[in-house]
């Protein structure tokens, strides 16, 4: 049996809470939050908190809230012998050097609290200060069954904004399809089928083989249609920066 | 039993005549390409010709060329009763008007040769000069099984532009996103899982209400960190404008 306490409850906490709660051998001991509002409907299943001088010992404190609180929340933790590992993609494992066992324990994924996620699909990055606390995160993250990555904070920094660009980036031109498609009163679920397969494709395929269109062909004529048709400035900069990008790309 | 041919054998006319073989009520007459050579393997099931004024009548002539070669081609095909229709984003439909019946019959997908694609979920965007012709091209399409619209040449350029972005713009930032993982020593398949997730959550959630990360929240220390953990000026540049796009987008 893992002991484990989780800190916070954003989407990372919310979510790691729904998967550990379910999964055998592992014991949430406890559940702390800032403020109390997000745990009351769950104080019936797992022991919850707000005030962090009641943390009882656990063998892994996760730590799932925002990159900025994470050092000064640690702080308040005091002397622990459990593993304490935050789950943040660009904070160092250093930042938790204080703890005799420290590491990081970084699922890499998009959560939302309307959308249910799958763990068994969601990579985990570790990383910990010595074996044992290595060996620790992973026979926890071996109960969740995703795919375990060791992942050095380095690494993990380039990642993270990796993860940026294939994230929220795309997911931003996903934003400005649906506002162009508002614009001409299409509706946006015509272009769905084209966004599932345009992820689906790299799983066989490198993105960089699998890239089409204008810019690619260079086709001015289409290019400079796209660019008149497009009446936002911002929409038209994007348009002509990714386009460069592209041709810049493939000059190489 | 509708008669059609398919003129153009490129990525579009190999998976349109793949889905349109083995569709009931549809008979294939004849696939024309310029060149011989991609009919070759194909000449035992479907008749071909790469001489274009050997092409017979057909209910419908489906053109399936690149965009600058739709008129040249169309040209040579001399009087036609049946409907002759293109199948490309960004062209009017009156690029065909020199035929009494003339149309579009657009699936908005990306096609490569390499992978096939299931048309049951390919929307099928289709207009046509008349309501004969138009009744003719969705009795077609109703026959792949795939969601028809009804869209307009005006529409359809807009679409098309919307479809670069979340098409050629994400698989760009894909493209990215592998090179930013290749130069750090990480397996681009650690981000398969967030690119996955990343498309399907917009099924659910319009991607407008989808957006975090560290641009909409203005963290500006992890944005800088980003910057210059970034050693492609390219990529620092398309870095800085989606930045500036997204926060654009939502100080609105």
């Known amino acids: 049996m893992i002991k484990v306490s989780i800190l916070g409850a954003g989407n990372v906490g919310y979510h790691l809470h729904a998967v550990l709660q379910n999964t055998a051998d592992v014991q949430i001991v406890q559940w702390y939050n800032r403020t109390n509002t997000p745990l009351l409907k769950y104080a019936g299943t797992t022991p919850t908190t707000n005030n962090i001088s009641e943390l009882k010992e656990a063998d892994v404190y996760l730590i799932c809230v925002s990159d900025a609180v994470i050092?000064?929340?640690?702080?308040?933790?005091?002397?622990?012998?459990?593993?304490?590992?935050?789950?943040?993609?660009?904070?160092a494992l250093s930042a938790l050097e204080a703890f005799k066992n420290h590491g990081v324990f970084y699922p890499l994924q998009t959560f939302s609290k309307q959308k249910e996620v799958d763990f068994k699909n969601i990579?985990?990055?570790?990383?910990?200060?010595?074996?044992?606390?290595?060996?620790?995160?992973?026979?926890?993250?071996?109960?969740?069954?995703g795919p375990i990555h060791l992942i050095d904070s380095a690494q993990r920094k380039a990642l993270h904004v990796a993860a940026v660009f294939v994230n929220n980036f795309t997911n931003h031109l996903y934003a400005i399809g649906e506002e162009i498609c508002k614009d001409h009163q299409v509706p946006f679920t015509v272009l769905q089928a084209l966004i599932a397969e345009t992820a689906d494709k790299i799983k066989t395929l490198s993105p960089q083989h699998a890239q089409t269109g204008p810019a690619l062909r260079k086709d001015k004529k289409t290019l400079e249609n796209h660019v008149s048709l497009l009446t936002d400035?911002?929409?038209?900069?994007?348009?002509?920066?990714?386009?460069?990008?592209?041709?810049?790309f493939y000059d190489k």
Chains 1, 2 share one sequence.
Do not use: M
């Open 123 to 145: 990579p985990l990055c570790l990383e910990a200060n010595n074996p044992e606390s290595l060996a620790l995160l992973q026979q926890l993250a071996s109960k969740i069954e």
């Open 233 to 248: 400035e911002t929409q038209k900069q994007l348009y002509t920066t990714l386009t460069r990008s592209i041709q810049q």
């Open 71 to 91: 050092e000064p929340l640690s702080i308040q933790l005091g002397e622990r012998s459990g593993v304490v590992a935050h789950t943040a993609g660009s904070i």
